[in-house]
């Protein structure tokens, strides 16, 4: 039946006439960034979802990055109550969200003259603004909007007035409900997208509820469509090559839970917050599904001891957390790694230190990634640096974990989190899942912590397992898991624990170089910031400079080769999002300037003079200013 | 069928059949006179009575004199951190409901540092024996108050007598919901301590023994007018809870019918301060346990895993024109 709907609706919004007369043919593009921002629950989160997807399904390379205000429920039309959806749409393959919007669809004045006070539009930046609060009845609104729109005028941007509400309304009663699809449409004739995708999201979206729902919000989609096609003097095309293997487009902690998923982990144990809760929200979904099974703990250092208990007795257990949380579980992390249990934890990073800021982006935790828990306490840190990435990380974290009995914690951030890009659908390995949990008997004479002389490994006894019954303790202990009272057995056991991050380096592969292996500036990062890194290089060697890049996924223990690749450059420095020392500061100098965390970590390893940028803006770094930071670093040089 | 030699029957008997031995290990380190040592004990002898597998059997605690219990039991053991005994017990119950999981765990490592745990194990209601040995002052740490010494202990850090009034665990846990076994013992009265860890063990849910034991290096006589005393120990005997011997009932005259399904009465009983009733306070066997709620029917097998992760991948998956069309 919605079948029928929508065919013969679309042949209506076709019989009126898909080209009016003077319609400028489309302008092909490279690429473009589209924001879509309301008041929250306005549903523009919604339509930026949707016009990413189309995009994807057009075959065009996307990055959507959501944009969200702090509480549930900001006032209306305020400043920092901007939510919505960023979109790169490119022609190719798009690996992070890029510089300044070229195109805002704005419901309000105030969301908008957020974007424009946070600097994120181009100074020629189009902008659709909602026409509605220009005939309010409250004089204040009517002043605050003209005053705000002659503002962005004046400043050059192009601006729009388009009367969403009052369009809206000639479909449905309540504009609020569906002006999101009527902006939808607008973009689809906009970037000449296939309005027959569009309808496939509407179905996608609201299929299962009322069919009148369904309708109108076709009805509005097409409406806006149709508006746009009518009255705008501008169109776009961003040409694409469909893929021929299928994509997946989730965002990074919707593939972290799915990551958990293929893994063969069977428990996560976890406690709210933001940024990370939507990964458990999404597995408690769908994890029972597979025999797993979210547990929400009491706490945070309930959710580690839980998820360690849980180890001990079975297979890898995770724990998802950020910031905050990750402190708490400090100690408990250390007990893991004291009795070798194998854990894995991710910490979906926001700013800090403290609450911070619980939205945003920030990769302030490298070091307590590393160095956490009181004592030596070593630990595989690792760090995907793209979507795809926050999916097999967690596969390998899980083997990493059960192969060396050690925690592995994995470190994403909020800008991952929250952001889209097509990958290659994976393909499920029978491999990834963990092994059966050993109830075989224990030959008589072994030890449970048995540790190999060489690379400090230890078979792992499990409870059922006859012949094995020792009392794992947190405190020293000997190879019987007896309590040492002996500086000797003490010392020997740290060794024995910092052995095994060594026979995991033993493994790794050189890190590869992005661009030439010899040159002016090698940059060097870690997570998120891969994509916008490896644009700037690209852009910078097209201009022929001599720059290139090398992105860590390993952070402890760092992979081998890393001296020799950083030897092919004249400079080296690492471009990262927490906080550095600024040299220019009156008072820093050499002698008490802090780096940044990369920065530290490798200038401490291999003794070079690695220079250190960084951003703490609580939004990922644009590939603009990295390419502007590389071109100081270049000039500095000469 | 499958017939059994009677040799074979034999062995296995004698296999299947534990002596204490089976369970000891180690020479407990606590002091002589020590109330951890009855606990040990009666634990020793309930685990040989019931024939518990010692590979199938977990000892889980937290930090302190009490959590040195699983070292001195020859079965699998988990000496963790301060206040987590719990947590870490229920992830071991979650994963392995399969395996007999026992926590011991102290005045200062469950109401105090840990008793954001405590409150919620009770709402869990894991199948957990928990023992609390309840001494009433840090020992390991060398005699500081704890949230259940008495007003007035003088210790390291109440030099002039401890301040406030001590935490009751028995009314705590009583006035948890989902609480479905309190118990309270005594480590003077052997038998009795026995008979409550045995009923503890055959509850279904979460069973909550606080047991008061004497802490001879740093409160030696704290629990003397009690002990000392025989009326002010009174015996909770119900027809559905404990039923005393002649020989005790001699010695212990001061006793109360206690139907242990009275959730009211409990409360009461437990909030008296003169007398220590000994016994079962509450059971109530039909609160569902968390693991049951909670465990997957399913067992997380490759081909589910395929066949789930491939579901929800669909969901998010841009199909190129041919396949799709295919996929449709």
């Known amino acids: 039946m919605n079948e029928m709907t929508i065919q013969t609706s679309l042949k209506k919004a076709g019989s009126k006439g898909r080209v009016p007369a003077g319609k400028k043919p489309a302008v092909k593009l490279k690429e473009h960034i589209v924001e879509i921002i309301s008041d929250s629950g306005e549903g523009a989160q919604k339509c930026g979802q949707s016009l990413g997807a189309i995009a994807a399904q057009m075959g065009n390379g996307i990055w959507t990055t959501e944009i969200i205000p702090a509480e549930i429920r900001p006032p209306a039309r305020s400043v920092a109550g901007a939510s919505g959806n960023r979109i790169r749409i490119g022609s190719g393959y798009i690996t992070n969200g890029g510089d300044e919007t070229d195109l805002v669809v704005a419901f309000n004045e105030q969301v908008l003259l957020g974007r424009v006070r946070a600097k994120e539009l181009k100074p020629n930046c189009i902008i659709l603004l909602e026409s509605m609060w220009r005939t309010h009845t409250d004089p204040k609104i009517v002043a605050s909007y003209i005053e705000t729109y002659d503002r962005v005028v004046a400043a050059g941007y192009k601006v729009y007035e388009i009367p969403m509400e009052h369009e809206c309304r000639t479909i449905v009663a309540d504009a609020r409900r569906g002006k999101n699809m009527y902006a939808l449409g607008m973009l689809c004739y906009i970037y000449s997208l296939e309005l027959k995708l569009a309808v496939d999201q509407i179905l996608l979206a609201f299929g299962k509820k009322d069919k009148s729902v369904v309708d109108a919000n076709i009805k509005l989609l097409e409406a806006g469509h149709k508006w746009a096609e009518a009255n705008l003097d501008f169109c776009y095309s961003i040409p694409a090559t469909r893929s021929t293997e299928p994509q997946v487009v989730v965002n990074g902690n919707t593939a972290l839970a799915l990551g958990v998923l293929a893994s063969g982990m069977e428990i996560c144990a976890m406690y709210p917050i933001t940024p990370a809760t939507s990964a458990s929200h999404y597995l408690s979904e769908v994890f029972e599904k597979v025999g797993g099974m979210v547990h929400q703990a009491e706490d945070e250092i309930a959710a580690c001891a839980f998820a360690i208990g849980a180890s001990y007795a079975s297979k890898c257990t995770i724990t998802i957390t950020s910031g905050p949380g990750f402190s708490l579980k400090q100690e408990a992390i250390g007990l893991a790694v004291m009795g070798e249990i194998p854990l894995v934890v991710v910490n979906v990073m926001r700013g800090g230190p403290s609450t911070g800021q619980p939205t945003k982006m920030e990769q302030g935790d490298l070091m307590t990634a590393i160095f956490g828990s009181h004592g030596d306490a070593p630990k595989v840190v690792m760090a995907p640096g793209t979507i795809e990435e926050c999916f097999y990380s967690i596969i390998t974290a899980r083997r990493i974990a059960e192969t060396f009995n050690m925690v592995v914690v994995v470190l994403t951030d909020a800008g991952l989190a929250t952001s889209q890009q097509p990958f290659a659908r994976p393909k499920f390995s029978d491999t990834w899942m963990a092994p059966p949990v050993d109830q075989s008997p224990i030959p008589a004479g072994a030890k449970p912590y048995d540790w190999d002389e060489t690379t400090g490994l230890a078979r792992r006894f499990i409870p059922g397992q006859p012949g094995g019954m020792h009392t794992l303790t947190g405190l020293a202990h000997d190879r019987d898991s007896h309590v040492a009272y002996d500086a000797e057995i003490n010392e020997q056991t740290l060794r024995f624990r910092s052995l095994k991050l060594a026979a995991l380096q033993k493994t790794l592969k050189a890190p590869s170089v992005f661009g030439d292996s010899k040159g002016d500036l090698l940059v060097i990062g870690w997570g998120s910031t891969k994509g916008a890194i490896e644009e700037a290089v690209e852009t910078m060697r097209a201009e022929g400079k001599k720059v290139s890049s090398m992105h860590l996924q390993f952070l402890q223990p760092l992979p081998p080769g890393i001296k020799e690749i950083m030897q092919g450059f004249k400079k080296v420095m690492t471009i990262e999002s927490n906080w550095s020392d600024r040299p220019e500061d009156k008072i820093i100098d050499e002698t008490n300037r802090r780096y940044s965390s990369v920065a530290i970590l490798l200038r401490s390893r291999y003794l070079v003079d690695i220079d250190c940028w960084s951003e703490v803006k609580g939004q990922p770094i644009k590939p603009g200013t990295i390419r502007r930071v590389m071109m100081d670093q270049l000039k500095k040089q000469k | ?328």
């Open chain 2, 1 to 328: 069928m499958n017939m059994m030699s009677a040799t074979e029957c034999l062995l296995q008997m004698c296999e299947e059949n534990f002596e204490l031995e089976d369970y000891q290990s180690g020479v407990p380190r606590w002091c002589t006179g020590c109330g951890d040592n009855a606990i040990l004990a009666a634990v020793q002898r309930l685990c040989r009575d019931e024939g518990l597998r010692p590979e199938k059997t977990v000892f889980v605690s937290g930090i302190g004199c009490s959590s040195r219990f699983p070292h001195y039991m020859n079965t699998y053991g988990f000496h963790g951190i301060h206040g987590r005994a719990l947590p870490v017990a229920e992830g071991v119950k979650m994963a392995r409901p399969d395996l007999t999981v026992f926590v011991n765990t102290g005045d200062g490592d469950c109401c105090s540092i840990g008793a954001a745990h405590w409150i919620h194990a009770i709402r869990y209601n894991m199948n957990l024996t928990v023992f609390l040995h309840d001494n009433q002052i840090y020992g390991l740490t060398k005699k500081q108050a704890s949230p259940t010494s008495p007003i007035g202990t003088k210790s390291n850090t109440t030099p002039r007598g401890s301040y406030l009034e001590a935490l009751n665990p028995l009314t705590v846990t009583l006035g948890v919901q989902n609480v479905s076994f309190v118990a309270q013992a005594v480590d003077w009265i052997p038998e009795v301590l026995f008979d409550i860890v045995k009923a503890a063990y055959h509850h279904k849910g979460l069973s909550f023994v606080r047991i008061l034991q004497r802490c001879p290096e740093w409160l030696p006589k704290s629990l003397d007018p009690w002990m000392n005393d025989p009326n002010k120990v009174q015996l909770l005997n119900h027809e559905n809870g404990l039923q005393f011997s002649a020989g005790l009932s001699k010695v212990y005259k001061n006793q109360l019918q206690h139907d242990p399904s009275n959730m009211d009465r409990a409360r009461e009983i437990a909030s008296s301060t003169d007398l220590v009733p000994v016994g079962i306070l509450y059971r109530n066997p039909d609160v569902p346990c968390y693991e049951d709620l909670r465990h997957s029917d399913k067992l997380r097998t490759a081909e589910l895993t395929s066949a789930g992760l491939n579901a929800e991948l669909d969901k998010y998956t841009v199909w190129p024109q041919e396949m799709k069309e295919k996929v449709a």
